[in-house]
């Protein structure tokens, strides 16, 4: 498998730390407020790549953070007159419902912000010590400067990074560019005891405690959104090499950002989308679908014709599988078409093919649709032994499987009013009397079931 590495821009054989265990850090949420579509796309995506990898054969321990302590929770505890905690909670569970919704696998590790606290006091004890941190009348600043690589992962050059860098009020750093470590309590904040006294952690140094301690200080990937790379991600690099002594992680992945009808998404600019109002108007299973549809590292664009078209989309992909299912009900003994079963598994080396290169999964997908017409086209419209339909169902569900799509299907085992009800019809049709037929399928469309004549038989799907 090859990863575009944002460190060395550059396409590069993976090759793993520890071959027996593959180690996934992936920046979480600052849980403060519904997550919006763009939250969503490194969810969707990493969820992906994880999936892959399992598939693979490679055993994955994967990460991902919860920062429960922030300006931006502080902010809405006094505004709601609650507290951080009660914040926190209300947000990690609505971030449950949304993320179970995409189908998102639970990470391995789930930790938080408030319980690495005596892990966060240790690295920036370990960089004062080393001099790449300092204290001043209760906050921490790490030396940027000190660290010579800095600007190493987002490719600026440090003049171009100091000339952009400013000391806001209140601040005592030495350099514009050095960046809070430990924040002193201000009055009212929630607040832990420490060496420097009374106050929380900066923002970058929870990942790189979290990293440490349920991964270890070399990492294989770690992963986020590509507006993460500066300062984020940099900020976690200098401060993890200086308190570790060794690389942080060896690939950096970062996805690309989410466009509304062509304009980059911005609460200020008021296009704004949460996964949640997307999920009430059309599912969640659209959502994933839309940002796994395009490769990762691209810029993708959200608009209502472009979800109309995932979902017509996966209703292709529902519509082939249920058929598919029919027909394995149907399927004849006979002798097995040893060529289409080849043609059929060539699809899964289509997939493999396009994965290994940098998680493709826009070229993915598109094997998993060379995979419907394989199927519309030669095993549908014939009689096929019950082999060629169990190769083919199997295949299916694995590729989808990966890509966590196709996860709402509903049983294919009617009850007996509508299976009576079906009988009738074929009945009704074979006297030629159309009109009790015709009843038949227009009470059945009025119950969400659509019914569809070919020449094996009746086949039905639910309407979504």
């Given at each position: 498998?090859r990863?575009?590495?944002t460190?060395?821009?550059?396409?590069?054989?993976?090759?793993?730390?520890?071959?027996?265990?593959?180690?996934?850090?992936?920046c979480?949420?600052?849980?403060?407020?519904?997550?919006?579509?763009?939250?969503?796309?490194?969810?969707?995506?990493?969820?992906?790549?994880?999936?892959y990898?399992?598939y693979?054969?490679?055993?994955v321990?994967?990460?991902?953070?919860?920062?429960?302590?922030?300006?931006?929770?502080?902010?809405?505890?006094?505004?709601?007159?609650?507290?951080?905690?009660?914040?926190?909670?209300?947000?990690?569970?609505?971030f449950?419902?949304?993320a179970?919704?995409?189908?998102?696998?639970?990470?391995?590790?789930?930790?938080?912000?408030?319980?690495?606290i005596?892990?966060?006091?240790?690295?920036?004890?370990?960089?004062?010590?080393?001099?790449?941190?300092?204290?001043?009348?209760?906050?921490?600043?790490?030396?940027?400067?000190?660290?010579?690589?800095?600007?190493?992962?987002?490719?600026?050059?440090?003049?171009?990074?100091?000339?952009?860098?400013?000391?806001?009020?209140?601040?005592k750093?030495?350099?514009?560019?050095?960046?809070?470590?430990?924040?002193?309590a201000?009055?009212g904040?929630?607040?832990?005891?420490?060496?420097?006294g009374?106050?929380?952690?900066?923002?970058?140094?929870?990942?790189?405690?979290?990293?440490?301690?349920?991964?270890?200080?070399?990492?294989?990937?770690?992963?986020?959104?590509?507006?993460?790379?500066?300062?984020?991600?940099?900020?976690?690099?200098?401060?993890?090499?200086?308190?570790?002594?060794?690389?942080?992680?060896?690939?950096?992945?970062?996805?690309?950002?989410?466009?509304v009808?062509?304009?980059?998404?911005?609460?200020?600019?008021?296009?704004?989308?949460?996964?949640?109002?997307?999920?009430?108007?059309y599912?969640?299973?659209?959502?994933r679908y839309?940002?796994?549809?395009?490769?990762?590292?691209?810029?993708?664009?959200y608009?209502?014709?472009?979800?109309?078209?995932?979902?017509?989309?996966?209703?292709?992909?529902?519509?082939?599988?249920?058929?598919?299912?029919?027909?394995?009900?149907k399927?004849?003994?006979?002798?097995?078409?040893?060529?289409?079963?080849n043609?059929?598994?060539?699809?899964?080396e289509?997939?493999?093919t396009?994965?290994?290169?940098?998680?493709?999964?826009?070229?993915?997908?598109?094997?998993?649709?060379?995979?419907?017409?394989?199927?519309?086209?030669?095993?549908?419209?014939?009689?096929v032994?019950?082999?060629?339909?169990?190769?083919a169902?199997?295949?299916?569900?694995?590729?989808?499987?990966?890509?966590?799509?196709?996860?709402?299907?509903q049983?294919?085992?009617?009850?007996?009013?509508?299976?009576?009800?079906?009988?009738?019809?074929?009945?009704?049709r074979?006297?030629?009397?159309?009109?009790?037929?015709?009843?038949?399928?227009?009470?059945?469309?009025?119950?969400?079931?659509?019914?569809?004549?070919?020449?094996?038989g009746?086949?039905?799907?639910?309407?979504?």
């Amino acid at each position: 498998m090859r990863i575009y590495n944002t460190m060395s821009r550059q396409k590069e054989e993976f090759i793993p730390v520890d071959k027996d265990e593959i180690k996934i850090y992936a920046c979480g949420p600052t849980v403060y407020n519904f997550i919006h579509i763009g939250n969503a796309r490194p969810l969707c995506v990493f969820d992906v790549l994880r999936r892959y990898m399992e598939y693979r054969g490679m055993n994955v321990k994967f990460v991902q953070n919860f920062t429960d302590v922030d300006d931006k929770i502080i902010k809405r505890a006094n505004e709601e007159g609650i507290t951080f905690e009660e914040v926190s909670k209300k947000y990690i569970e609505e971030f449950w419902t949304d993320a179970h919704g995409l189908n998102v696998k639970e990470a391995t590790v789930h930790p938080k912000a408030t319980e690495n606290i005596d892990e966060i006091i240790d690295i920036i004890k370990s960089l004062e010590e080393k001099g790449y941190a300092y204290a001043v009348d209760g906050d921490v600043y790490f030396r940027t400067l000190k660290f010579k690589e800095y600007g190493k992962l987002s490719h600026q050059p440090i003049e171009d990074l100091q000339s952009g860098a400013r000391i806001a009020v209140g601040e005592k750093k030495e350099d514009p560019l050095d960046f809070a470590l430990w924040k002193a309590a201000k009055e009212g904040e929630p607040y832990w005891e420490s060496p420097w006294g009374k106050g929380r952690p900066g923002w970058h140094i929870e990942c790189s405690a979290m990293n440490r301690r349920y991964l270890g200080k070399t990492i294989d990937i770690h992963c986020g959104g590509k507006d993460l790379v500066f300062p984020h991600h940099e900020n976690e690099i200098a401060q993890s090499e200086c308190a570790n002594g060794c690389t942080f992680s060896k690939y950096w992945m970062h996805n690309g950002y989410i466009n509304v009808d062509n304009v980059k998404m911005s609460k200020s600019l008021g296009n704004f989308k949460t996964v949640r109002e997307i999920a009430d108007a059309y599912g969640y299973e659209v959502i994933r679908y839309f940002l796994i549809s395009s490769h990762y590292r691209s810029p993708i664009n959200y608009n209502l014709d472009i979800i109309e078209q995932c979902k017509s989309a996966l209703d292709r992909l529902y519509t082939c599988r249920e058929s598919l299912d029919f027909a394995l009900k149907k399927a004849e003994d006979i002798e097995d078409d040893t060529e289409l079963i080849n043609q059929l598994n060539s699809r899964r080396e289509q997939f493999i093919t396009a994965m290994d290169d940098d998680l493709n999964t826009a070229d993915g997908i598109s094997a998993v649709f060379e995979l419907v017409k394989d199927i519309n086209t030669k095993i549908l419209d014939k009689p096929v032994s019950k082999n060629v339909c169990e190769t083919a169902a199997k295949l299916f569900d694995e590729l989808c499987d990966v890509l966590g799509i196709l996860y709402n299907r509903q049983s294919n085992d009617l009850d007996a009013e509508i299976e009576e009800l079906i009988a009738q019809r074929q009945e009704a049709r074979a006297n030629k009397d159309w009109a009790t037929a015709d009843k038949i399928r227009d009470d059945l469309k009025a119950r969400g079931i659509i019914l569809k004549d070919t020449p094996q038989g009746v086949t039905w799907t639910k309407e979504s």
